[in-house]
């Protein structure tokens, strides 16, 4: 089939245009392609491509080489293709970037565990409230100011022994609460 005949099929939307393309210049679209991206099935994929942006251009266009403007759209999609697949090769670059700042910048699972850390401490500050104020202080000064259980319990006048069990006891209760809470 000429290429004028060709070009009228497009220019009438009959889909036949498409096969009659693929018939004359599908070879080397095909060949083109392939050149470019070396894996067969890509190429396959941008001669196709080729086929659809030619049937969005004609009409209104009728080109004077019917060849050529296969070939053009066919090399340009398929660079643009190979642009898109190797950009991905950049990443590995910005891995090697984010590497040398992770000093300077947090990385994703330190932000993450920083989440979790601040759902843990609501949860434990949830807990206290609910304690009693001796309890609480109790808890505070063991854990937070790292008093010794013996000066904890010379204070309280009681046995260290009892001010074990007792915060044994809150232990166990924190844990319970946060298991409760899902923080755990």
């Not at 889909?15 to 018939?23: F, G, K, L, T, W």
């Not at 392609?33 to 209104?60: F, H, Q, S």
């Not at 505070?140 to 010794?148: E, F, K, N, Q, V």
Request: proline share 4%.
């Amino acid at each position: 089939m000429e290429d004028r005949e060709i070009i009228e099929l497009y220019h009438r939307r009959e889909e036949r245009a498409i096969a009659e393309s693929d018939v004359k210049y599908g070879g080397i679209c095909r060949s083109i392609a392939l050149r470019l991206l070396g894996i067969r099935e890509d190429a396959e994929e941008c001669v196709n491509d080729t086929w659809y942006a030619a049937w969005g251009k004609m009409p209104p266009d009728r080109p004077a080489s019917l060849g050529a403007f296969f070939g053009r759209l066919t090399r340009n999609l398929s660079v643009s293709r190979w642009r898109r697949d190797h950009a991905k090769k950049r990443y590995d670059g910005m891995e090697i970037m984010l590497s040398e700042l992770e000093d300077c910048v947090p990385s994703p699972a330190a932000v993450e565990a920083d989440m979790e850390r601040r759902v843990l401490a609501e949860a434990i500050g949830a807990w206290l409230d609910s304690l009693n104020e001796a309890d609480r202080q109790l808890f505070i000064r063991r854990y937070w100011y790292a008093c010794p259980v013996k000066e904890l319990a010379e204070e309280l006048h009681e046995q260290p022994n009892t001010c074990s069990q007792r915060l044994s006891r809150l232990r166990c209760a924190l844990r319970a609460f946060l298991e409760t809470k899902g923080a755990l």
